[in-house]
């Protein structure tokens, strides 16, 4: 009797620990694809790609993009440009969003706006591959991957 509180917290501890354990076994994709106009299939550039977990992407200079997410997971398109939309992942198959009502009638402000903050996101690439080149190459060799694909057409000799 002395001994049954003892076996009963070990057993509880066990237990607890256990269930701890437990982690969901979920598999990563990495899905590709695009943000374009519907009526002209225009790429709409600067698009923000979301998950609920945490994963980010932004759309290039010709819409494109890649992401890094669990099978099921919900992806959230958002721009200024469109109301937001929302799309689950089903496979690992690329993925087209087609945004009705989109025109590249943007004034010259919202594309040179667009312009600095590709350039902006391209210098911030850069400064994040030189500081991992040291001590992750393969983490270096990514940033300068996403850097040059942030600027898109927009690339000349000095970027």
């Known amino acids: 009797m002395k001994y049954t509180k003892y076996i009963f917290t070990f057993f509880f501890l066990v237990g607890l620990s256990a269930f701890s354990q437990v982690h969901k076994n979920v598999s990563r994709v990495q899905i590709k694809g695009s943000v374009k106009g519907k009526e002209n299939l225009t790429p ?56 009705q009502g989109y025109s590249d009638k943007n004034s010259s402000s919202d594309r040179k706006s667009s312009s600095k903050r590709a350039v902006s996101m391209h210098k911030t690439y850069l400064d994040s591959a030189n500081y991992y080149k040291r001590t992750d190459i393969a983490k270096s060799i990514d940033f300068i ?15």
């Open 145 to 159: 991957t996403q850097s040059i694909a942030q600027l898109g057409k927009q690339a000349d000799k000095k970027n």
């Open 44 to 99: 709409i550039p600067g698009v923000e790609i979301t998950t609920p977990t945490g994963a980010y992407a932004i759309t290039d200079g010709l819409g494109e993009f890649k992401i890094e997410a669990p099978l099921g997971e919900v992806l959230i398109f958002q721009s200024p440009e469109f109301k937001t939309v929302r799309h689950r992942i089903t496979s690992d198959e690329d993925i087209d969003v087609l945004v």
